[in-house]
């Protein structure tokens, strides 16, 4: 479980975090809207570890450990990952040599990249040249191998081609583990006890939706979480109204 | 007057001119003296202590010759071994040769300067050996011929000749590399080295160096390319080494003749390089391409490259990438010369340290700092040589690989 108490973070000078709280049980996954420059990749750098958002007060616990003041490596083996929306190019490291650093060891990295139709970049340096929706499948085949319990997806979807947006969203699913349905012999409730792995997705377009179904969807705005309602309502009132409507509208439907 | 009369004569002028660049060594403190002859069968290489063996494998020289098409050995002033075993290729001591092989006055000196300075004119004065590898007209070398020029003498002084020739229509591939004795502290090696590309002939040479704290090294080497030629020319340097300075020239006379330039070098503390390439493209359609990887941990580097386009329908680019990893200091100094309309040419300089960024992302996979950093490094180090044969790279890879936790 991801537990994040009275949050404030600094990046610089600027306090871009505010008294954030969030909890996200195991098997759930939360969809994490907000307009750009919110914070929203701010919040997912902190869980990660990255050093230069300053946590000022407040803690993070995972799995029940204090993971406020961890390094990112450790966070990592504790089983938070995170897929980038920008992430660096390393010169010189094949993406074949990453998904194995990812899986750290041995891993049929072909028969992966398959999954996510990457194999003819797997002898490529990472993130060179890559296209937007290249990325994302990048990033996402990395998570394939490293299999945290908590993932960070930051925008997965944006610049993902047609042809490739039902392939992303179902890796993402089953990455989630959203396959672990109710079934022969098994109610609901024990479908979702199964399902241990945690999810937080920032998305503008909601389309992830279509493919991964969210416990819980939540607005940052202003370095604030605002609201947490059903994220198709978010989204809808979003659409129709904008962020700052629909955050007080639903700030005050919370309130009454 | 005799041709090696006017070498002498020439050398004698130059005994005391320093070179254009680089710090100056002072001859008088090394000692030329050879040492009695001696020759090395097969057996004898692989009965070779296990260390001497390990410098030289760290040098390309394999004494199992598994994969190699000849075998070149120098140990300090002579050739202890030396043989071909690929039909077409020729290799030879270059003491030998010029007492036997009338046709190699013709590629003696014929580039390089004898009085270009005084190591030039030591090499002419107090030649020790050499080789002289030449692939025949039409043959194909399948595996490399290994050469190592090893100093095993504390304090020695080594002049060594090359002359590598690739008739027309051959490829060849040669690793030379050189080492020194696990007890070698100091020494000089000098080395002339005189490349002949002909036409449509290929030749790739990858040198290997692995020397000691206080070794100084002057290499001296000319390349010349004719029409449809390609030569590649690989520089690793990745183990201390007190001085090395060597700026070696291509001259690119046919059309469509090719060259290309990759070092990979690195500095450690109390290290000095001073390096670079200079290739002049003299005919229609030639192409050059000098790429340079320098790390310094506390090295001082000095990283030339100098692309001269005299003709119209050129391509030259040059491209120096520096990394600082623990002080030291990188000097990126790439020269553009285009004489005529029409050339194209570019060069593209970077000197900084690791990005942070980069260094998170990959813990962010679970790697701790240190292994981020090395798999950073590593990757900065990795360069794709096209044209070389796929064996050669895996030796570089490998070399790099095994150098790793030094660099560190």
Redo the contacts between chains.
């Keep these: 479980m991801l537990k994040i108490e009275d949050l404030q973070v600094k990046l610089g000078e600027k306090e871009i975090l505010k008294h954030i709280d969030l909890e996200i049980n195991p098997g759930e996954t939360h969809i994490l809207f907000g307009p750009n420059g919110s914070g929203k990749t701010s919040l997912l750098m902190t869980i ?4 230069q958002y300053e946590v000022v007060s407040g803690k993070i616990m995972f799995k029940g450990e204090d993971i406020t003041h961890m ?3 450790e ?3 504790l089983g938070i ?2 897929s ?1 929306q920008r ?2 190019t ?4 094949k993406t074949r040599q ?1 998904v194995e ?2 899986a ?1 060891g041995e891993i049929n990295e072909a028969a992966l990249a398959r999954q996510v139709n990457f194999e003819e970049f797997l002898d490529r ?1 990472v993130n060179a040249g890559f296209s937007g929706g290249e990325i994302k499948r990048s990033e996402l085949l ?1 998570l394939m191998a ?1 299999k945290p319990d908590l993932m960070l997806f930051d925008e997965p979807e944006s610049g993902v081609d047609m042809e490739n947006i039902t392939l992303v969203g179902n890796i993402i699913a089953e990455l989630l583990e959203k396959h672990l349905h109710p079934s022969r012999g098994r109610s609901k409730m024990q479908a979702k006890a199964d399902r241990t792995k945690m999810g937080l997705i920032i998305t503008h377009t909601g389309f992830i939706l279509d493919y991964v179904s969210a416990d819980k969807g939540q607005v940052l705005y202003n370095g604030k979480l605002s609201c947490v309602s059903n994220p198709r309502e978010i989204l809808n009132c979003v659409g129709d109204t904008g962020y700052e409507e629909c955050v007080r509208c639903i700030s005050m439907n919370n309130l009454s | 007057m005799h041709i090696n009369e006017q070498f002498e004569l020439k050398a004698k002028e130059a005994i005391h001119k320093k070179g254009a660049i680089g710090p100056d060594v002072d001859l008088s403190t090394f000692d030329p003296t050879p040492s009695p002859h001696f020759e090395m069968v097969d057996d004898d290489l692989r009965n070779l202590p296990r260390e001497e063996q390990e410098r030289l494998l760290m040098a390309g020289l394999d004494v199992t010759e598994k994969e190699r098409g000849g075998t070149f050995l120098q140990m300090n002033d002579h050739a202890v071994h030396c043989h071909s075993s690929q039909e077409g290729i020729e290799v030879l001591s270059i003491q030998k040769a010029l007492a036997e092989q009338p046709w190699v006055r013709d590629y003696y000196w014929k580039l390089a300067d004898v009085g270009a300075d005084k190591y030039t004119a030591a090499a002419q004065l107090g030649l020790h050996d050499g080789y002289v590898i030449r692939s025949l007209p039409g043959s194909k070398s399948v595996y490399p011929v290994q050469a190592c020029l090893y100093m095993h003498k504390d304090g020695m002084q080594q002049n060594v000749h090359n002359i590598i020739v690739a008739e027309e229509d051959s490829e060849l591939h040669i690793i030379s590399g050189c080492a020194t004795a696990p007890h070698l502290k100091r020494g000089l090696h000098v080395g002339i080295s005189e490349f002949f590309v002909k036409k449509n002939a290929k030749l790739t040479f990858t040198m290997i160096h692995n020397w000691a704290e206080e070794v100084m090294v002057r290499p001296r080497s000319v390349a010349r390319v004719e029409e449809g030629g390609l030569f590649i020319n690989n520089y690793i340097s990745m183990k201390p080494v007190r001085s090395v300075q060597m700026y070696p020239t291509t001259h690119l006379v046919g059309e469509d003749a090719v060259a290309r330039f990759y070092s990979i070098v690195v500095g450690s503390p109390g290290s000095e390089y001073d390096l670079g390439g200079r290739i002049f493209l003299k005919a229609k359609g030639t192409r050059a391409e000098i790429v340079a990887r320098a790390i310094s941990n506390g090295g001082k580097m000095i990283a030339r490259g100098h692309l001269i386009g005299e003709v119209p329908e050129i391509k030259a680019h040059l491209e120096c990438k520096g990394l600082l990893l623990n002080g030291g200091l990188i000097h990126a100094i790439p020269e553009l010369e285009g004489h005529v309309d029409g050339v194209e040419m570019s060069h593209e300089a970077a000197v900084g340290k690791i ?1 942070q ?2 260094i ?10 240190e292994e ?1 950093t090395s ?2 490094v ?6 794709d040589i096209p044209g070389l044969p796929p064996q050669l790279q895996a030796e570089i890879d490998r070399v790099i690989e095994e150098s790793d936790k030094d660099v560190m």
Excluded: H, W
């Design positions: 990660m570890g990255y050093p390094p990112i490596d966070r990592a083996k990952g995170m980038y992430p660096p390393i010169n010189g490291l990453m650093l990812c750290g340096d990395q490293q | 990005a960024e980069e998170s992302y990959l813990m962010s996979r679970g790697l701790n700092e981020a798999t950073i590593r990757g900065f180090l990795s360069v």
